[in-house]
T-cell receptor, first 115, second 115 residues
Framework: NAGVTQTPKFQVLKTGQSMTLQCAQDMNHNSMYWYRQDPGMGLRLIYYSASEGTTDKGEVPNGYNVSRLNKREFSLRLESAAPSQTSVYFC??????????????FGPGTRLTVL | AQSVAQPEDQVNVAEGNPLTVKCTYSVSGNPYLFWYVQYPNRGLQFLLKYITGDNLVKGSYGFEAEFNKSQTSFHLKKPSALVSDSALYFCAVRDGTGGSYIPTFGRGTSLIVHP
């Protein structure tokens, strides 16, 4: 049971380049989330997916797109990267029921630098 | 609307002393409250939660938190701090009466435990 995995761990882009951040979970969770973490800002929600086939905008969606490929995978795409998107990106999934209901599990993060 | 405030950017405590990391919240419905810990270069890990029931909640690694409805607070505590507790701590709140699960995270408090 690997939990939540993210690839890549590190990435450096030039302004205007595109890339996709991959996330997968093997815990059979319905809901998945993408956050960005910036110093002094805490975690801000970019997009989330309440279930397979649905996605919704979070607090800071501009410049990003997402795809919920199946129940396991939720990818985040930057179509034209900007320096303001330099951040650490975390994927998370949420326990669907039982005693751990409402708890989120986080991946290890992707550290993205846009030059 | 929902919000979380962690009034201290950093808390310093000596090993063996009790520690408190403060959190206050604002939510229109029933508060669901969470604490997460982030070690360097890692994703967030769930520590404990308050959904309903006893105001004193016990969690992982000897941590506990007290829900105080009148003061709208959910402070994290530990009777005896360890150097290994040094990390970044996040409080989060969700409106439990809402249909979608979208928690709001605080900005984080850096806990430094001195030997």
């Amino acid at each position: 049971n690997a939990g939540v995995t993210q690839t890549p761990k590190f990435q450096v882009l030039k302004t205007g380049q595109s890339m996709t951040l991959q996330c997968a979970q093997d815990m059979n969770h319905n809901s998945m989330y993408w956050y960005r973490q910036d110093p002094g800002m805490g975690l801000r929600l970019i997009y989330y997916s309440a279930s397979e086939g649905t996605t919704d905008k979070g607090e800071v969606p501009n410049g990003y797109n997402v795809s919920r490929l199946n129940k396991r995978e939720f990818s985040l795409r930057l179509e034209s990267a900007a320096p303001s998107q330099t951040s650490v990106y975390f994927c998370a999934s949420r326990v669907s029921g039982g005693a751990s209901y409402n708890e989120q599990f986080f991946g290890p993060g992707t550290r993205l630098t846009v030059l | 609307a929902q919000s979380v405030a962690q009034p201290e950017d950093q808390v310093n405590v000596a090993e063996g002393n009790p520690l408190t990391v403060k959190c206050t919240y604002s939510v229109s419905g029933n508060p669901y409250l969470f604490w997460y810990v982030q070690y360097p270069n890692r994703g967030l890990q769930f520590l404990l939660k308050y959904i309903t029931g006893d105001n004193l909640v016990k969690g992982s690694y000897g941590f506990e938190a007290e829900f105080n409805k009148s003061q709208t607070s959910f402070h994290l505590k530990k009777p005896s701090a360890l150097v290994s507790d040094s990390a970044l701590y996040f409080c989060a709140v969700r409106d439990g009466t809402g249909g979608s699960y979208i928690p709001t995270f605080g900005r984080g408090t850096s806990l430094i435990v001195h030997p």
